[in-house]
């Protein structure tokens, strides 16, 4: 197909719908406002971090509070009359013959030329009771997200033996005071011996529930016992916090997210994807990143299918 046909067919009332407003979303409406591309953002609303209290490691904007930085970016969009934003969750997409038509869950309805795909990834927690209510607030996952702030202090890893070694290295990097908490399961004796050379303690015992607020979180074990700690770090598992990639037909990754080649598309032709789902190292610099990264490679696309 000549580029003109491929401009051609899919021709639509925008030029970019882009699916998500989180640091990767909202980065890439930035760049596609500014390069006067008719687009529209839908949002629910939902950002990863929202239940956190502050964001770091973003240049120039370390501490500031995950609403701060979305709002901030709103409101910078604002200036570019092509970028409209609707609140509102996406629930269907499908690609025609003219272009990708995006479905709200309220019955509004666009269609564009290039699709996005910025719908982030969600947290699963272990199913210890107690922790869900805690989380971001002395629950915590990432180290370079909230690990100096627990720097020294006494904090709890709870993970499975197959993968602790790993996550205690770097939080014992952050803090000596550490105690591995296995949930029921037996740590080897190996590398059971390894942590008590480093005056890691390791508790197997199963974890009835965790009570009180940060910096006193109390872990309750199924034996009675209790363990007092400042934070409490958790391993994850991540999932997709949207199925609409896989329901057009997009390729997935594995575990989680969606296989796009160096210019961020997926291996629907016209649809991207960026953030959390699309790019190593979940941080909110590396979303925004890719983000940007997108929305030049989407310009670019359209700018060749115009020339
Ligand atoms: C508790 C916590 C704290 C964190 N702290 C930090 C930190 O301090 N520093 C840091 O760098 N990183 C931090 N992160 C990681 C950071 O949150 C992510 O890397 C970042 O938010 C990814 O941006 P994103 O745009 O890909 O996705 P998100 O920010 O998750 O945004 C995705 C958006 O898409 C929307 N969406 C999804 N599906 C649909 C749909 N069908 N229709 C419409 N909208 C949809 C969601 O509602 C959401 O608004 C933290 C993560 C967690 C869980």
């Given at each position: 197909?000549?580029?003109a046909d491929?401009a051609?067919s899919l021709?639509g009332d925008?030029?970019?719908?882009?699916i998500?407003?989180g640091p990767a979303?909202l980065s890439?409406?930035?760049y596609l406002?500014r390069?006067r591309?008719?687009?529209l953002?839908?949002?629910?609303g939902?950002?990863r971090?929202a239940?956190?209290?502050?964001?770091h490691?973003v240049f120039?904007?370390?501490?500031a509070?995950?609403?701060?930085?979305?709002a901030?970016a709103?409101?910078?969009l604002?200036?570019?009359?092509a970028?409209?934003v609707?609140r509102?969750?996406?629930?269907?997409?499908?690609?025609?013959?003219?272009g990708?038509v995006?479905?709200?869950?309220?019955?509004?309805?666009a269609?564009?030329?290039?699709?996005?795909?910025?719908?982030g990834?969600?947290?699963?927690l272990p199913?210890?009771?107690?922790?869900?209510?805690?989380w971001?607030n002395g629950?915590?996952h990432c180290?370079y997200?909230h690990?100096?702030?627990?720097?020294d202090?006494?904090?709890?890893?709870?993970a499975a033996p197959?993968?602790?070694?790993r996550?205690?290295?770097s939080?014992?990097q952050?803090?000596q005071?550490?105690?591995?908490?296995t949930?029921?399961?037996a740590?080897?004796?190996a590398?059971a011996?390894?942590?008590a050379r480093?005056g890691?303690?390791v508790v197997?015992?199963?974890?009835d529930?965790?009570s009180g607020?940060?910096p006193?979180?109390?872990?309750?074990f199924a034996?009675?016992?209790?363990?007092t700690?400042a934070a409490?770090f958790v391993?994850t598992?991540l999932?997709?916090?949207s199925?609409l990639?896989a329901?057009?037909?997009c390729?997935l990754?594995?575990?989680?997210?969606v296989?796009?080649?160096?210019d961020?598309?997926?291996?629907?032709p016209g649809a991207?994807?960026?953030?959390?789902?699309a790019?190593?190292?979940?941080?909110?610099?590396?979303?925004?990143a890719?983000?940007?990264q997108?929305?030049?490679a989407?310009?670019?696309?359209?700018?060749?299918?115009?020339?």
């Amino acid at each position: 197909m000549s580029a003109a046909d491929k401009a051609n067919s899919l021709a639509g009332d925008r030029d970019v719908i882009v699916i998500g407003a989180g640091p990767a979303g909202l980065s890439a409406a930035l760049y596609l406002g500014r390069s006067r591309r008719q687009t529209l953002v839908v949002d629910a609303g939902e950002p990863r971090n929202a239940p956190a209290h502050s964001a770091h490691g973003v240049f120039s904007r370390d501490g500031a509070t995950p609403a701060e930085l979305v709002a901030d970016a709103r409101r910078q969009l604002e200036r570019y009359p092509a970028v409209e934003v609707w609140r509102g969750k996406a629930e269907t997409v499908e690609k025609g013959p003219s272009g990708f038509v995006v479905r709200t869950q309220d019955g509004r309805q666009a269609r564009a030329r290039r699709l996005l795909f910025a719908t982030g990834i969600r947290d699963e927690l272990p199913d210890i009771e107690g922790l869900a209510e805690r989380w971001a607030n002395g629950v915590l996952h990432c180290v370079y997200c909230h690990g100096y702030e627990i720097a020294d202090q006494p904090v709890a890893l709870i993970a499975a033996p197959d993968i602790a070694m790993r996550a205690v290295a770097s939080v014992y990097q952050l803090t000596q005071n550490l105690v591995l908490c296995t949930n029921g399961e037996a740590m080897p004796e190996a590398e059971a011996g390894q942590l008590a050379r480093r005056g890691i303690h390791v508790v197997e015992m199963k974890i009835d529930r965790i009570s009180g607020d940060a910096p006193d979180l109390r872990l309750m074990f199924a034996d009675g016992s209790e363990l007092t700690r400042a934070a409490v770090f958790v391993r994850t598992i991540l999932k997709d916090a949207s199925d609409l990639p896989a329901r057009l037909g997009c390729e997935l990754d594995t575990p989680y997210g969606v296989v796009v080649g160096l210019d961020w598309q997926t291996s629907v032709p016209g649809a991207y994807a960026a953030g959390d789902i699309a790019a190593p190292k979940d941080q909110i610099i590396v979303a925004a990143a890719s983000g940007a990264q997108a929305a030049i490679a989407i310009n670019g696309d359209l700018v060749q299918a115009d020339w």
